[in-house]
């Protein structure tokens, strides 16, 4: 995962993927904790996520388990 600068007005993104095991419900939850320790970190920027889960199950998005696609909302979402 790295944090990279859109270029534009609309400012920084979370962009990656994270390697999932393969059972679905197990990939499910791994992706979920990722994603709640994304919204742990300390920023006081709204970073866009564009972090995928991939495994042999398939590909996860934050909205496959519920989930915001940038950091502010992904912070109230886990609190």
Not at 35 to 63: F, K, Q, W
């Amino acid at each position: 995962v790295t944090v990279e600068s859109s270029g534009g007005s609309s400012g920084w993104f979370l962009r990656g993927e994270i390697g999932l095991p393969d059972d679905p419900n197990e990939a499910r939850t791994v992706y979920e904790n990722c994603l709640r320790a994304i919204a742990d970190v300390p920023s006081r920027l709204t970073v866009g996520i564009s972090v995928y889960g991939r495994s042999a199950a398939g590909e996860l998005d934050p909205a496959d388990v519920g989930a915001p696609d940038d950091t502010y909302r992904l912070k109230e979402h886990f609190s």
